[in-house]
């Protein structure tokens, strides 16, 4: 049981290490998240209205987008970083070194799923802000209860993500096959941190609902964790 | 899970087969190693070298047959197993990004080497590399990256060492100073198996080989005086597999 | 076993339009409520073919029995085939009832995505090279562990979408058209995943003969 953490983290390490010196990963994805704000925001949001005209129905489709945009573009970043990631383990066949340690695989799983979330993590304490910027959404309302949900949809997605972005290293099209399968699966996890973002955004933050959410979206990340630990070994022995 | 160390003196292949569909890339392997031997797998691309390599390694779960280290199953000794079993792939498994000594470390630390930083030490040596145990592998020759690989391979002492294509890109020096290498591994009791199609080094260097054919193998005739060299033996046992 | 089964779903099929017009008209909606002795059976079997596939997907994973594989493919196939008359006739009924052909409440979204996971899975399977089986059970397992919230979703927060607890206070009259009917499309479903693995046992069969044929 300690080798799988302790493996878990050698690895984990390991990426973040080669991460912290190029930082490419970091900058692209945030880069790319922020450029998804921008798009999705332009896309949706009809031009300047005159800040006194019907605050109020404003406010409520204002709070509803800015949770929608915040989380598609927390999705999409996360299914480029997931990719790239696996991109520089499919070079050289990394993967397969990996998966000759003398520990279960389930430990190569966390470590992937460790440097995903810290990444992921890093865009979304980025993101979060600019979003609440443009779209003079509440960040203070409820701090503590808007960063669970934000963290607790962000592990959701990303356990979902690592398990099937290893799974797919030496699939083809493996590129395409990514979203396609990722995607539905994640879409109850977005779903929920979209309803439980907005409950907080709203002009009359509804903190009841959110917490509601918010512990479903703990039940996801139970599920899809355990789920994920159970079938990366006999998915990766083929 | 028990962390007692498990080791092995002989791996047998019984009638390994493996499918994909009606591809098949391995039919009815028999093939036997013991401790101390240099065993060559030798053929074309895609003759199935790399997959029965892959099986050795457990990698990969054959379609058919089975593969017994000690008398015992993958399955049975579990995850422990790899500890005792080094590959040097054809990729290398190298991470470009990490200099020559954190690759080592790396590889050191997942497999639990002891005495990890003389270790570590001793295989830059014995690469060679120690002036540039800090540079990015990413700017090594395919040679040098080669010398690393093996080292890295190397590194946890393994019982069974699998080779896939070790020659390739070295040049002459590095050549010989790889057979050197795994003759003095042999010596010390390592089982090691070889995928390549280079018979020029391999000869003199494997104790006895295969010669794998669309899946297929057969073992060559043993050196002996007037049997000739090892691309003899090989085209001969070609002949026979035909005829 | 597959004869009898096609022979009793046909039976029961042939009958259902007879029984379906035999039931009372529902107060609010009229003859177009009367889609619910489908849809609703439709969906039954399409939630059932979930957990069929996951779980089969479970022990393939596990056990590597072809059998297995063969029972997920099949039912993922018809989770994907049912769903598609359940999206459609949800829709019809809907468009009379509430006047829109869709609304984004939880059952329905939910319902489309099992649909859309399932039809992952045929993707994956039909072009991920080789392999694909073994990664496409882990999509099956993860399709059946999201399965349950589509049943629950409708419970859990006020909907627009009738209630599961409709089904159980039907009074005879309607509830016996139902039964009818969710015995004559369950089997169907059956008959259909027997044909379905069967068609697959004999690929199976057939290419092990043209590998034994090499030796």
């Known amino acids: 049981m300690?080798?799988?953490?302790?493996?878990?983290?050698?690895?984990?390490?390991?990426?973040?290490?080669?991460?912290?010196?190029?930082?490419?990963?970091?900058?692209?994805?945030?880069?790319?998240?922020?450029?998804?704000?921008?798009?999705?925001?332009?896309?949706?949001?009809?031009?300047?209205?005159?800040?006194?005209?019907?605050?109020?129905?404003?406010?409520?489709?204002?709070?509803?987008?800015?949770?929608?945009?915040?989380?598609?573009?927390?999705?999409?970043?996360?299914?480029?970083?997931l990719g790239r990631t696996f991109e520089r383990e499919r070079q050289s066949e990394t993967l397969r070194a990996l998966l000759l340690a003398p520990v279960e695989h389930a430990a190569v799983y966390l470590g992937k799923l460790v440097t995903l979330l810290v990444l992921m993590f890093g865009v979304d304490l980025v993101v979060l802000p600019v979003v609440g910027f443009l779209f003079d959404a509440p960040l203070g309302a409820a701090p503590?209860?808007?960063?669970?949900?934000?963290?607790?949809?962000?592990?959701?997605?990303?356990?979902?993500?690592?398990?099937?972005?290893?799974?797919?290293?030496?699939?083809?099209?493996?590129?395409?096959?990514l979203p396609i399968l990722l995607y539905p699966i994640a879409i109850p996890v977005i779903l929920a941190g979209v309803r439980g973002t907005a409950a907080i955004f709203a002009a009359e933050p509804d903190l009841g609902s959110a917490f509601l959410w918010f512990s479903m979206l703990v039940f996801f990340d139970l599920v899809f964790v355990t789920l994920a630990l159970w079938t990366f070994g006999p998915a990766m022995g083929e | 899970m028990t962390d007692a160390v498990f080791d092995f003196r002989e791996v047998e292949v019984r009638d390994v087969s493996k499918h994909y569909g009606r591809r098949r890339a391995l039919a009815h392997v028999e093939l036997t190693g013991r401790a101390g031997e240099i065993l060559g797998l030798l053929g074309p691309n895609g003759a199935g070298k790399s997959t029965l390599l892959s099986v050795l390694a457990t990698l990969m779960r054959p379609s058919g047959g089975e593969v017994r280290y000690g008398g015992r199953l993958a399955q049975e000794v579990g995850d422990?197993?790899?500890?005792?079993?080094?590959?040097?792939?054809?990729?290398?498994?190298?991470?470009?990004?990490?200099?020559?000594?954190?690759?080592?470390?790396?590889?050191?630390?997942?497999?639990?080497?002891?005495?990890?930083?003389?270790?570590?030490?001793?295989?830059?040596?014995?690469?060679?590399?120690?002036?540039?145990?800090?540079?990015?592998?990413?700017?090594?020759?395919?040679?040098?990256?080669?010398?690393?690989?093996?080292?890295?391979?190397?590194?946890?002492?393994?019982?069974?060492?699998?080779?896939?294509?070790?020659?390739?890109?070295?040049?002459?020096?590095?050549?010989?100073?790889?057979?050197?290498?795994?003759?003095?591994?042999?010596?010390?009791?390592t089982l090691i198996v070889m995928a390549t199609h280079d018979f020029d080094s391999a000869d003199g260097l494997v104790d006895r080989a295969w010669c794998l054919q669309s899946g297929r193998a057969r073992l060559l005739e043993a050196a002996g005086p007037g049997l000739g060299s090892l691309r003899e033996r090989y085209r001969r046992a070609l002949v026979e597999a035909s005829a | 076993?597959?004869?009898?089964?096609?022979?009793?779903?046909?039976?029961?099929?042939?009958?259902?339009?007879?029984?379906?017009?035999?039931?009372?008209?529902?107060?609010?909606?009229?003859?177009?409520?009367?889609?619910?002795?489908?849809?609703?059976?439709?969906?039954?079997?399409?939630?059932?073919?979930?957990?069929?596939?996951?779980?089969?997907?479970?022990?393939?994973?596990?056990?590597?029995?072809?059998?297995?594989?063969?029972?997920?493919?099949?039912?993922?196939?018809?989770?994907?085939?049912?769903?598609?008359?359940?999206?459609?006739?949800?829709?019809?009924?809907?468009?009379?009832?509430?006047?829109?052909?869709?609304?984004?409440?939880?059952?329905?979204?939910?319902?489309?995505?099992?649909?859309?996971?399932?039809?992952?899975?045929?993707?994956?399977?039909?072009?991920?090279?080789?392999?694909s089986e073994v990664l496409s059970a882990v999509v099956s397992i993860f399709g059946m562990a999201v399965a349950p919230f589509v049943y629950w979703s409708v419970n859990m927060w006020r909907t627009m979408h009738p209630q599961t607890s409709v089904v159980p206070t039907l009074p005879s009259s309607m509830a016996e058209p139902l039964w009818w009917c969710m015995a004559a499309i369950f089997s169907l479903y059956a008959a259909l995943l027997l044909v379905r693995v069967g068609i697959e046992r004999n690929r199976a069969a057939l290419e092990a003969a043209y590998i034994a044929l090499e030796d």
């Open chain 1, 2 to 81: 300690i080798g799988v953490f302790r493996a878990a983290w050698i690895i984990a390490r390991k990426d973040l290490v080669v991460e912290a010196r190029s930082r490419e990963l970091a900058y692209t994805t945030l880069f790319f998240a922020l450029s998804c704000v921008l798009v999705f925001s332009f896309a949706l949001v009809h031009g300047a209205e005159s800040p006194g005209a019907d605050r109020a129905t404003d406010a409520a489709f204002h709070s509803q987008l800015a949770a929608g945009i915040l989380w598609v573009s927390i999705a999409f970043s996360g299914t480029l970083a």
């Open chain 1, 144 to 177: 503590g209860l808007l960063l669970g949900v934000i963290a607790a949809g962000t592990l959701g997605f990303a356990a979902v993500g690592t398990l099937f972005a290893a799974m797919l290293v030496r699939a083809h099209s493996r590129d395409v096959l």
């Open chain 2, 80 to 189: 422990r197993l790899r500890g005792r079993i080094g590959v040097l792939g054809h990729d290398l498994y190298l991470y470009g990004d990490l200099t020559a000594r954190e690759n080592l470390e790396f590889f050191g630390r997942l497999h639990r080497v002891a005495n990890l930083k003389v270790r570590v030490d001793q295989a830059l040596d014995a690469a060679r590399l120690t002036d540039r145990a800090r540079e990015r592998v990413s700017g090594f020759s395919r040679g040098l990256r080669q010398r690393l690989a093996l080292e890295r391979s190397l590194i946890h002492d393994p019982r069974l060492v699998l080779l896939d294509e070790p020659f390739t890109g070295l040049d002459d020096a590095s050549t010989t100073a790889l057979a050197d290498r795994l003759r003095s591994l042999r010596d010390a009791g």
């Open chain 3, 1 to 131: 076993m597959v004869p009898a089964l096609l022979v009793i779903a046909a039976i029961l099929l042939a009958g259902s339009p007879f029984v379906v017009d035999a039931a009372p008209y529902e107060a609010s909606m009229g003859i177009v409520s009367k889609i619910f002795y489908f849809h609703v059976p439709f969906a039954a079997a399409m939630l059932t073919s979930t957990f069929v596939s996951g779980i089969a997907s479970a022990i393939y994973l596990i056990r590597r029995k072809p059998v297995a594989d063969f029972v997920a493919l099949a039912a993922a196939e018809l989770v994907t085939v049912f769903g598609v008359v359940v999206l459609v006739s949800g829709p019809l009924w809907a468009r009379k009832a509430w006047g829109v052909w869709w609304v984004w409440d939880p059952r329905l979204t939910m319902t489309l995505v099992m649909w859309m996971i399932f039809a992952a899975y045929l993707i994956l399977r039909r072009f991920g090279g080789p392999g």
